[in-house]
């Protein structure tokens, strides 16, 4: 069974951890603050699709929020900005899958 509240936890770790607001993921999210507010205490359930966008933009796979196992490790990015906007929070989403996905063409040719 999915254990809400560890994916709420872990959400909410990762936001902080990479400095955005519930407001700034709610914009890219394109869901209301309060949605944000409410998975994170585990009054809601963050949807598929919402975690996808938001595994892609932490730099995460999906399956890091559902198992307590599964190790994270961020692709640093250099972002100067005095505010970032939903269209940065997509470039940065973007330059994340990229780099995911080469971690994991890497990890099938050492045989991983």
Do not use: H, W
């Not at 938001?54 to 972002?79: H, K, Q, R």
């Amino acid at each position: 069974m999915l254990n809400f509240d560890l994916v709420g936890k872990k959400f909410k770790v990762l936001r902080e951890q990479c400095g955005f607001t519930q407001g700034q993921l709610a914009e890219y999210l394109n869901v209301d603050q309060s949605y944000i507010s409410k998975c994170e205490k585990n009054e809601r359930q963050f949807s598929v699709d919402i975690l996808e966008k938001a595994a892609n933009l932490f730099g995460c796979s999906l399956e890091y929020f559902t198992n307590d196992e599964t190790e994270y490790s961020p692709a640093a990015i250099a972002l100067r900005a005095k505010a970032v906007t939903a269209e940065d929070l997509e470039t940065i989403a973007t330059m994340n899958k990229i780099a995911l996905n080469l971690r994991y063409m890497e990890g099938l040719l050492k045989g991983e």
